[in-house]
């Protein structure tokens, strides 16, 4: 694998590889699993594999979350060599937000980003817009990969390739979960082990919400696994809610939608989790 760091140097080196397939997975690096799994399914369909880590500054609300952020590079470029990716691109601030360049991008989200995590992080999907737009236009790949877990982040990326015309399929890639089912993140390792053993709590509830389909009034059903998600010590539901896959917006009946989205942000104590599941597609 080809460790890059500049622009210039990428767009070289994929230029010299001629006119082949490429597919592109973003990431912020601290690489778990999940992270391999969206590598893995890019190489499959892919003549070749880019991946990038950069921690971008523009989608942190707090400065001491952006400085907390773990930087693994040496660990994460072994796993990607492992997993046989072609390019690792790790670009600097400078590299990727030049001086002078047009920094806010006009994207209509159609209001996809200010419910449920950007109701919480105002201004994050604003700077993730901005990241994966400018990482796109530098690797210009086929085909971009993303985890399903972030539900709202690629919903928002793909309403960006939408609008934008932009020539780049989105691939969405299921979460990826430990044996107990808690879905895989670069969070989890910051758990306590008393919050970890409870972790699962949060599968098991959408799991339940999925077995409810239909049945228990949606409004009662999400007030009881608020309550069920607060019980472990320590452990702070922020919104369960079930919602429209296309729109985001909260489901009230469960006809309302051919596509329903249980989705959940959870403090379990300094550790905020978020996970969701797919409870009806037609
Ligand atoms: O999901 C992430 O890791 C980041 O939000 C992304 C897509 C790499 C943009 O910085």
């Keep these: 694998m080809k460790i890059i760091n500049t622009v210039k140097e990428l767009q070289l080196e994929l230029k010299k590889q001629g006119k082949k397939s490429?597919?592109?997975?973003?990431?912020?690096?601290?690489?778990?699993?999940?992270?391999?799994?969206?590598?893995?399914?890019?190489?499959?369909?892919?003549?070749?594999?880019?991946?990038?880590?950069?921690?971008?500054?523009?989608?942190?609300?707090?400065?001491?979350?952006?400085?907390?952020?773990?930087?693994?590079?040496?660990?994460?470029?072994?796993?990607?060599?492992?997993?046989?990716?072609?390019?690792?691109?790790?670009?600097?601030?400078?590299?990727?937000?030049?001086?002078?360049?047009?920094?806010?991008?006009?994207?209509?989200?159609?209001?996809?980003?200010?419910?449920?995590?950007?109701?919480?992080r105002p201004g994050h999907f604003e700077g993730v817009v901005q990241v994966v737009h400018r990482l796109l236009d530098i690797v210009k790949p086929t085909r971009l990969y993303m985890g399903q877990k972030d539900f709202q982040q690629f919903t928002i990326i793909g309403q960006m390739i939408k609008n934008l015309r932009m020539k780049v399929e989105l691939v969405v890639v299921p979460i990826q979960r430990d044996k107990d089912g808690l879905a895989l993140s670069s969070r989890n390792v910051r758990l306590t082990k008393a919050k970890r053993k409870w972790a699962p709590i949060i599968y098991q509830n959408l799991k339940k919400a999925k077995r409810q389909v239909g049945k228990k009034p949606i409004e009662e059903l999400c007030a009881e696994v608020m309550v069920a998600l607060g019980k472990p010590r320590g452990y702070k539901p922020e919104y369960f809610s079930i919602i429209d896959g296309h729109t985001l917006k909260e489901v009230k009946e469960w006809d309302d939608s051919d596509y329903l989205i249980g989705v959940t942000a959870v403090w379990a104590g300094e550790v905020r989790l978020i996970d969701n599941m797919i409870l009806k597609k037609k």
């Design 22 to 120: 490429i597919g592109f997975v973003p990431t912020m690096g601290a690489l778990h699993k999940g992270h391999i799994a969206l590598m893995k399914q890019s190489i499959k369909e892919n003549d070749l594999t880019v991946a990038s880590i950069f921690v971008n500054p523009t989608q942190f609300n707090a400065k001491s979350d952006l400085d907390k952020y773990p930087r693994t590079l040496k660990a994460d470029s072994e796993k990607l060599t492992k997993a046989k990716v072609d390019y690792l691109f790790a670009p600097s601030v400078k590299e990727v937000y030049p001086k002078g360049m047009k920094s806010k991008l006009k994207v209509n989200l159609k209001g996809l980003d200010k419910q449920l995590e950007g109701a919480f």
